[in-house]
């Protein structure tokens, strides 16, 4: 993956604190859980402290983490007034959003509130985080970003800042575009990095004149690569036998994802597969459907699962399946997963950029877009001859960074900041 930089300076301060700022931190795994605390790891490694702010809680095994990675993890917002009173108002705009989506459904009004929620929450979180940090040489990003009111959450929290978007759900409509030029801080205090080029453009055409990069945000040494004992041990875990054939279906099941297609060709194949699921949230009709078409077993963690249960499941299949929808230009977490941890994919031609540069790959089987009878013969053919396990250096190919550099493009931003903030 070509990566897009933004304009770049020497590194002049390599051990700065490293603040990382994580609305989602509640919830178990998903994209940011990997890779934040690997990056702790390596703050850890470089003598550099770290700081994780996730005011609205942190899932237990995640704080472990941190801990023993010697991160500070800051879990609730602080006694400052204007903290407090950005995260109540944020919290408020919350419950008005939900409330705002079941009397409209299907409108905009949520989504812009919704917006604005994050935004506050963003700048309590930022407000408390480097209140923290004294020094005036530090790195601060916000890993899951709001694709909107970017530089709101500067002017709010005070705050120069780096900004991790992965997507762009919704656009500001009139009232938020207003709300957020209204503002008077400088673009300048901002940097905004995009894990993939498809969604770096939608930015920066929505956002003229805001600085915008790409850099991948998946880490090419997140985890332990999975080893043959691995795969033997989980294997036994699911009763299956060596002759048995079994895909992994991991993820939550978004919109963006097209688990009708994959139902719809499981139910096309003439030869038994155990279908291993471990994602949140997962729809239970989708789930039924699924299993009904099933000629075998079906494996499903109730609710969120724990990163040791996805890796197991990941051991145990013989090939994972990534289906989305044409167009979705979304960094895949997933598809990072299978390089890193070495298995076999099978991957929907969804986004051209995609195909382009795992189109070759032995390791990958790729179909057709909403085309269960490719899938099924995908997967029939998977079944017969297996995929080969991708080398340790695919990651690599992928264009996934490793902790080391992810920090110091990080801290080459910062200095940036800082630079083209002074007078």
Same mark, same amino acid.
């Given at each position: 993956?070509?990566?897009?930089?933004?304009?770049?300076?020497?590194?002049?301060?390599?051990?700065?604190?490293?603040?990382?700022? !994580?609305?989602?931190?509640?919830?178990?795994?998903?994209?940011?859980?990997?890779?934040?605390?690997?990056?702790?790891?390596?703050?850890?490694?470089?003598?550099? @402290?770290? +700081?994780?702010?996730? /005011?609205?809680?942190?899932?237990?095994?995640?704080?472990?983490?941190?801990?023993?990675?010697?991160?500070?993890?800051?879990?609730?917002?602080?006694?400052? @007034? #204007?903290?407090?009173?950005?995260?109540?108002? %944020?919290?408020?705009?919350?419950?008005?959003?939900?409330?705002?989506?079941?009397?409209?459904?299907?409108?905009?009004? $949520?989504?812009?509130?919704?917006?604005?929620?994050?935004? /506050?929450?963003?700048?309590?979180?930022?407000? &408390?985080?480097?209140?923290?940090?004294?020094?005036?040489?530090?790195?601060v990003v916000v890993l899951s970003a709001s694709g909107?009111?970017?530089?709101?959450?500067?002017?709010?929290?005070?705050?120069?800042?780096?900004?991790?978007?992965?997507?762009?759900? &919704?656009?500001?409509?009139?009232?938020?575009?207003?709300?957020?030029?209204?503002?008077?801080?400088?673009?300048?205090?901002?940097?905004?990095?995009?894990? +993939? !080029?498809?969604?770096?453009?939608?930015?920066?055409?929505?956002? @003229?004149? /805001?600085?915008?990069?790409?850099?991948?945000?998946?880490l090419a040494d997140a985890e332990p690569r999975l080893?043959?004992?691995?795969?033997?041990?989980?294997?036994?875990?699911?009763?299956?036998?060596?002759?048995?054939?079994?895909?992994? /279906?991991?993820?939550?099941?978004?919109?963006?994802?097209?688990?009708? #297609?994959?139902?719809?060709?499981?139910?096309?194949?003439?030869? @038994?597969?155990?279908?291993?699921?471990?994602?949140? $949230?997962?729809? $239970?009709?989708?789930?039924?459907?699924?299993?009904?078409?099933?000629?075998?077993?079906?494996?499903?963690?109730?609710?969120?699962?724990?990163?040791?249960?996805?890796?197991?499941?990941?051991?145990?299949?013989?090939?994972?399946?990534?289906?989305?929808?044409?167009?979705?230009?979304? !960094?895949?977490?997933?598809?990072?997963?299978?390089?890193?941890?070495?298995?076999?994919?099978?991957?929907?031609?969804?986004? $051209?950029?995609?195909?382009?540069?795992?189109?070759?790959?032995?390791?990958?089987?790729?179909f057709r877009t909403a085309d269960p009878d490719d899938?099924?013969?995908?997967?029939?053919?998977?079944?017969?001859?297996?995929?080969?396990?991708?080398?340790?250096?695919?990651?690599?190919?992928?264009?996934?960074?490793?902790?080391?550099?992810?920090?110091?493009?990080?801290?080459?931003? %910062?200095?940036?900041?800082?630079?083209? %903030?002074?007078?």
């Open positions: 993956m070509a990566r897009a930089a933004l304009r770049r300076q020497p590194m002049t301060a390599t051990a700065a604190p490293l603040v990382l700022i !994580e609305p989602a931190a509640g919830s178990v795994g998903g994209h940011w859980f990997q890779a934040a605390i690997r990056l702790a790891q390596q703050c850890a490694a470089e003598g550099r @402290p770290c +700081t994780v702010v996730a /005011l609205g809680g942190i899932e237990p095994t995640a704080r472990v983490a941190f801990h023993r990675a010697r991160a500070d993890v800051i879990g609730c917002v602080g006694r400052e @007034p #204007t903290e407090r009173s950005l995260w109540a108002a %944020s919290r408020l705009l919350g419950r008005a959003s939900r409330l705002a989506g079941r009397l409209a459904r299907h409108r905009r009004l $949520p989504h812009q509130i919704g917006a604005l929620a994050r935004c /506050l929450a963003e700048a309590a979180a930022l407000r &408390t985080g480097t209140r923290r940090i004294q020094t005036g040489r530090r790195v909107a009111l970017h530089i709101l959450a500067a002017a709010l929290s005070g705050t120069a800042h780096i900004r991790v978007v992965h997507e762009i759900p &919704t656009t500001e409509d009139r009232a938020l575009r207003l709300i957020g030029r209204l503002v008077s801080v400088s673009l300048d205090q901002v940097r905004v990095v995009c894990p +993939t !080029e498809a969604v770096r453009a939608r930015l920066a055409h929505l956002f @003229p004149g /805001l600085p915008v990069g790409m850099w991948p945000f998946a080893t043959d004992a691995d795969r033997a041990a989980a294997r036994a875990d699911f009763g299956l036998r060596s002759d048995d054939a079994a895909l992994a /279906l991991v993820g939550g099941w978004w919109p963006h994802k097209d688990i009708a #297609t994959v139902t719809a060709a499981l139910a096309r194949l003439t030869r @038994p597969v155990c279908v291993l699921v471990a994602g949140h $949230p997962v729809d $239970p009709m989708l789930l039924r459907d699924l299993a009904a078409a099933v000629d075998g077993r079906v494996h499903t963690f109730a609710g969120a699962a724990p990163r040791w249960h996805v890796r197991r499941v990941y051991a145990a299949a013989d090939a994972a399946i990534v289906a989305r929808r044409a167009g979705v230009g979304k !960094e895949s977490g997933l598809i990072a997963d299978c390089a890193v941890l070495g298995v076999p994919l099978l991957l929907s031609d969804h986004d $051209p950029a995609t195909t382009n540069l795992l189109g070759n790959r032995q390791w990958v089987r790729l899938l099924a013969a995908a997967i029939t053919d998977t079944t017969r001859r297996p995929l080969p396990r991708p080398a340790p250096g695919e990651a690599a190919h992928l264009g996934l960074p490793t902790a080391a550099a992810t920090l110091a493009f990080w801290t080459d931003l %910062s200095t940036n900041i800082e630079v083209d %903030s002074k007078p």
